[in-house]
């Protein structure tokens, strides 16, 4: 008699600034395995004040066979303000053992799939799933319910008996037709009610949709290709456009589209927006875009069809360093973008870098110069994002670069958040007095929240203090955890 499998889905993401969003993730694999026939119940710690209460009962009231830890986020990415988001993971999994010591734990998401031997030391977990888990998380559950072998199903991470781990590369395949949207009733309701200030009133946590799996490009710090593998995987835009009729005619008030690149391909994005446009299910939305995409039937379409922001990761406005970057556009085409979206009524979040490979004095000040045209101190319907320092992630070449100028040592562990900044950029005292100075003069301008009373040099030095006691507690438990 085939029984079904009791998976407890548990997300540690708590981070609620600058916003919440949706464990989106956890719920459209827990829509897929209860599709199968499962019995599942989802767990979002994200409004809980008791953690460790809600995990207790709810182990002690499902009795899970399985509980399935969702990890979105590692870290900040962020060298300027300081954080970790993995240690919840291990907590978790130690009240679980606590209330029901048989119990598997089964880790998966965006952020273990950048870091899934060293999360698996770090929770001490059974198994783990890397890449998207439609349906590798359906065959594991049908190999551990059948007691059969586990060693072939797609991105699986199990640890051996010997020490280390067994791996299978993750399948990076999905097919569209027979995968579930994620079901909104899994989601907990108190997203629904949950409003945050922004800068022109209160926002809304909105839904997600997602176009595609994937990204084209190959920029040199992005690790997005680990997670959702090379090149995309294109959804059908007439499937696209019924989810979000579906969304319209449920009453949501909006969504986000959540594609790390909305218009790249640009002719599968046109081909969304037509079938939208044709189907007029208009309702606002947002997105992230690259601005060497970005033509006139592009913005055309998308004011059309109801999109209200967009995200621009222009990260330079010098083109020397976008070439260094490996992007695919250089700086007259972000300031042609970001007028297009401007004059269609499309409130526009430039996001930049400050010490990319190549950055120096004469680059950082030409994107200053540029984005001062763009989004002046008056601006209202545009604001710039900036990011001092890259986050170096596990296969990119950033990551290599960054060892070859000995920044780290190619066996540093990825769970702990390391930077890279070009000496040009970080040995410019003046540079950085400059970027405060600058930044202090943009009221919609955004670096770190305590500019207006610390000056940049020294919040660099005092987030490498902070890096390195998170650091040591990350290694600390490290240790603990893999000691026999
Ligand atoms: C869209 C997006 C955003 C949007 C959010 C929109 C939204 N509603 O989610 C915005 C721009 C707001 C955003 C913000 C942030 N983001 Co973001 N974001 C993404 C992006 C591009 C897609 C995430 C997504 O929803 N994908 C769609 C779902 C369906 O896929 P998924 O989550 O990967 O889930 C699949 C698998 O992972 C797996 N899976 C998921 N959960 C589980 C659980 C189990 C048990 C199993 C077995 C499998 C499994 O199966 C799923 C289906 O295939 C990813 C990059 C990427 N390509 O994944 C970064 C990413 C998740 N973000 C990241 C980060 C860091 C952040 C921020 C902290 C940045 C910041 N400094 O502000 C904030 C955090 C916001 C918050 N409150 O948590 C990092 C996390 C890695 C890290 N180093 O920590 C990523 C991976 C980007 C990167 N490459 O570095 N983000």
Redo the contacts with the bound molecule.
């Keep these: 008699v085939v029984t079904e499998v009791r998976?407890l889905?548990?997300?540690i993401?708590k981070?609620?600034?600058?916003?919440?969003?949706?464990?989106?993730?956890?719920?459209?694999?827990?829509t897929?395995v209860r599709a199968a026939g499962h019995d599942v119940r989802c767990l979002d710690l994200?409004f809980e004040d008791d953690d460790e209460g809600v995990v207790r009962q709810a182990v002690g009231a499902f009795t899970p066979d399985l509980v399935?830890?969702?990890?979105?986020?590692?870290?900040?990415?962020?060298l300027l303000?300081p954080?970790v988001?993995t240690p919840i993971a291990a907590e978790v999994a130690e009240w679980v053992r606590q209330v029901a010591p048989e119990t598997p734990i089964?880790?998966?998401?965006?952020?273990?799939?950048?870091?899934p031997e060293d999360l698996m030391d770090f929770v001490r977990a059974e198994?783990?799933?890397?890449?998207?888990?439609?349906s590798?998380?359906v065959m594991?559950l049908d190999r551990l319910q059948r007691g059969a072998g586990v060693e072939n199903v797609p991105g699986v991470i199990v640890p051996l008996a010997a020490g280390g781990y067994h791996r299978q590369p993750p399948a990076f395949a999905?097919d569209y037709d027979r995968v579930l949207e994620?079901d909104p009733a899994l989601y907990d309701p108190r997203y629904r009610s949950y409003t945050y200030e922004t800068l022109d009133g209160f926002g809304r946590?909105?839904?997600?949709v997602?176009t595609k799996?994937?990204?084209v490009l190959a920029c040199a710090y992005?690790?997005?290709a680990?997670?959702?593998g090379p090149g995309v995987r294109l959804n059908r835009p007439e499937r696209v456009a019924d989810e979000i009729e579906r969304l319209r005619d449920a009453g949501e008030p909006g969504y986000?589209?959540?594609?790390?690149v909305f218009n790249l391909p640009l002719p599968y994005a046109m081909q969304v927006l037509c079938e939208l446009d044709r189907r007029r299910a208009r309702l606002p939305w947002s997105a992230?875009i690259n601005p060497g995409a970005v033509t006139p039937e592009l913005v055309d379409l998308m004011a059309r069809t109801g999109c209200e922001q967009v995200?621009i990761g222009t990260d330079s406005c010098d083109d020397q360093v976008l070439r260094a970057l490996g992007k695919n556009y250089r700086c007259e085409q972000v300031v042609r973008a970001h007028r297009r979206f401007v004059d269609a009524g499309i409130r526009v979040m430039q996001c930049l870098f400050i010490g990319s490979p190549g950055d120096d004095r004469s680059s950082v000040l030409r994107t200053f110069d540029v984005i001062g045209e763009l989004v002046p101190p008056d601006a209202s319907r545009a604001k710039a994002y900036w990011?001092f320092g890259l986050?170096i992630?596990r296969g990119t070449r950033l990551h290599d670069l960054a060892v070859a100028a000995g920044v780290i040592p190619p066996d540093q562990r990825f769970l702990v958040?390391s930077y890279y900044v070009s000496p040009a950029v970080a040995e410019d005292a003046d540079l950085l007095v400059e970027t405060r100075t600058r930044m202090l003069a943009h009221p919609s301008w955004y670096l770190w929240w305590g500019l207006s009373h610390v000056d940049l040099a020294q919040r660099i030095r005092l987030a490498t203090v902070e890096h390195r006691e998170i650091e040591r507690m990350l290694l600390d438990h490290l240790t603990l955890g893999s000691a026999p």
């Design positions: 998976v889905f548990v997300s993401n981070l609620r600034s600058y916003r919440p969003v949706l464990p989106t993730g956890m719920v459209t694999v827990a897929q994200m399935g830890i969702a990890i979105r986020n590692v870290d900040s990415l962020n303000e954080a988001y089964l880790l998966g998401g965006a952020g273990f799939t950048l870091v198994y783990g799933l890397t890449g998207f888990a439609e590798s998380a594991l999905i994620p946590v909105p839904v997600a997602q799996k994937g990204c992005c690790s997005n680990l997670i959702d986000e589209i959540i594609d790390g992230m995200e990011t986050r992630a958040p």
